[in-house]
């Protein structure tokens, strides 16, 4: 069972933490082999629509970091986006990674039908748009056939939500009610990867 982490932070806080939390726990499982990514000296350029992907069927006509990224996102049985709030939205970079999935798609309409997804998404604020961030990671799972999946109600609803009161790592690590969220998703995720993709 493959799972890839990618996270979308642009330097090494919260989320690469809370990330590699719920990687090295998956880990415990065995025949799980976990990987993490993290935009972080990545470049990565935002898709320019050029439709070299849909004339090719699968190539990207721009040569970056993105190219290391196509192969892990093949191969994953499950997917975990982790991402800080920015301004009620997933990260500038990790849109930028889903946005290339284009040409990933333009292979195959359903190159990622039935993945399993979940996401970790972490603010500032305790209420700074942690929700509106999962929705937009759902919305690409969804348009792609991949399974979003949450920890479920009382705690987790729409999967892993941290507040980190802007303090990065020190921050996350004391909202104990934020990680209760990222171990119930952890778990379901677990739980249904075990279930139904064995
Ligand atoms: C450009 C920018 C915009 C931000 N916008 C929000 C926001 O809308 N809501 C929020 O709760 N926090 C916001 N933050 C704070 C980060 O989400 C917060 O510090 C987060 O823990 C950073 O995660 P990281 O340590 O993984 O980078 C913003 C930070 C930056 C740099």
Known sequence: MKILGICGSPRDGASSFLLKRAL???EKEENFETKFISVKDKNI???THCNFCLESKGECSIEDDMNEIYDSLKQADGIIFASPVHFGSISAQLKAVIDRCQALI????????????ISIVVGGDRCGG?????????TFYLLNKIIPLSGGSF???LGACLWSQDEGTDGVKNDEYGLKTL????????????????
Request: charged share 25%.
């Open 24 to 26: 090295n726990e998956l």
């Open 45 to 47: 350029s935002p898709c």
């Open 106 to 117: 333009m292979e195959d309409l359903d190159i990622f039908k039935n993945k399993v997804g």
């Open 130 to 138: 942690q929700e509106l961030a999962i929705q937009q990671i759902n």
């Open 155 to 157: 705690g987790a609803n």
């Open 183 to 198: 171990d119930m998703t952890i778990n379901h995720f677990k739980e249904f990867l075990l279930e139904f993709k064995q």
